[in-house]
């Protein structure tokens, strides 16, 4: 069987702008639908994502929450209100779709004050949770050293990723690694898709906004793939 399936991630509101393509069998989300820091504020632009997202017209559709989405760590929120909707929300857990065993979580390495963060030392053991026979790993934030050039406080590019990911990733080799949280910036591009001759995997950061330029709406539309099993 094959299956089309479409990853998108970091829309900040502007989901609406959002271009669906055709003949998608599953959707997978990976974070940061939202903008705002008081989760108050936050939780009308998270419901206005949940009821777009549930009328989209494609069976299966995953939710993976991001740093943004301070309603939901709060739980203004439940996954009760994506399961009204038709939304599978997954926060350090699995599901299973026609036989693919789908793994997601919001965590990523502290950053600011941010929600859904933990200190990089103890991250290690949240992704060895990860089951061994996972297809796709579906996360916040990317493993380092793939699609995840960014500014430091000091204005230098470094590979902002999760070392302790990138480890386990290398493990389990799942089909695919899903991301998003590091935007594409000026003259740095991290939306597409990265495979290495040591593994199998394919890293896909799919971002639909371009750091510093919110206002100019979506930049990119998330990246589509062909599964087969």
């Known amino acids: 069987m094959k299956y089309n399936i479409l990853h998108f991630s970091d829309t900040h ?8 393509p055709n003949n998608i069998d599953i959707a997978i989300f990976s974070g940061d639908c939202s903008n705002p820091m008081d989760p108050y504020k ?12 549930g009328s989209l017209d494609i069976k299966y559709k ?6 943004h989405d301070s309603s939901i760590e709060k739980r203004l929120i439940s996954k009760f209100d994506f ?7 997954l926060e350090n857990d699995f599901t299973e779709i026609e036989g693919i065993k789908i793994w997601g979580s919001p965590i990523t390495p502290t950053f600011g004050n941010w929600s859904f963060m933990k200190n990089r030392s103890k991250l290690h053991d949240l992704w060895q949770t990860i089951p061994e026979d996972t297809d796709i790993i579906v996360v916040h934030g990317p493993p380092q050293g793939v699609l995840d050039l960014s500014f430091n406080r000091e204005n230098q590019l470094e590979y ?10 290398k493990q389990i080799e799942p089909k695919y690694c899903m991301f998003g ?5 000026d003259n740095v591009i991290n939306t597409g898709t990265r495979t290495f001759v040591d593994h199998k995997t394919i890293y896909s950061n ?4 371009t750091d510093r330029q919110f206002h100019k709406g979506l930049t990119s539309f998330g990246n589509v793939f062909e599964y087969e099993r």
């Open 42 to 53: 936050n939780e009308t632009e998270v419901r206005d994502f949940i009821k777009w997202y």
């Open 181 to 185: 949280h590091i935007h594409n910036g």
């Open 13 to 20: 509101n502007k989901h609406r702008e959002f271009i669906v």
């Open 160 to 169: 902002c990723g999760c070392k302790a990911l990138t480890k386990r990733v």
């Open 206 to 209: 799919a971002t639909c906004i």
């Open 83 to 89: 399961a009204a909707e038709g939304i599978i929300y």
């Open 62 to 67: 995953i939710f993976v929450a991001g740093n």
